[in-house]
Nanobody, 119 residues
């Protein structure tokens, strides 16, 4: 059974930090690009950060560059995103995503975790 379980969401004041974690199971983690998306009510889901499997190449949305850092551990099947200097506009539900890089196309999603940035 495929599972992506997010944790680490919560409430923080502007300028604060949070670290989101995603624990993956039920698929071959090392051949999947791992991503974090976010979505506000009534808006489209937005790619925040991604990291490829073997080389660990990263990409970020312009709105989070320099503030967020994505990382992965292929031995523990986890992907994290460290979020610093948080702003109110970072308030969203954050989703972990896995996208297969080779062979048959396959995508998995976590259930989401709420991040609220407010004073």
């Amino acid at each position: 059974q495929v599972q992506l379980v997010e944790s680490g969401g919560g409430s923080v004041q502007p300028g604060g930090s949070l670290r989101l974690s995603c624990a993956a199971s039920g698929f071959t983690f090392r051949i999947y690009t791992m991503n974090w998306y976010r979505q506000a009510p009534g808006k489209e889901r937005e790619l925040v950060a991604g990291i490829t499997s073997a080389r660990g190449s990263t990409n970020y949305a312009n709105s989070v560059k320099g503030r967020f850092t994505i990382s992965r551990d292929n031995n523990k099947n986890t992907v994290n995103v460290q979020m610093n200097s948080l702003k109110s506009e970072d308030t969203d539900v954050y989703y972990c995503n896995a996208r297969r890089e080779v062979g048959e196309s396959q995508t998995y999603w976590g259930q989401g975790t709420q991040v609220t940035v407010s004073s």
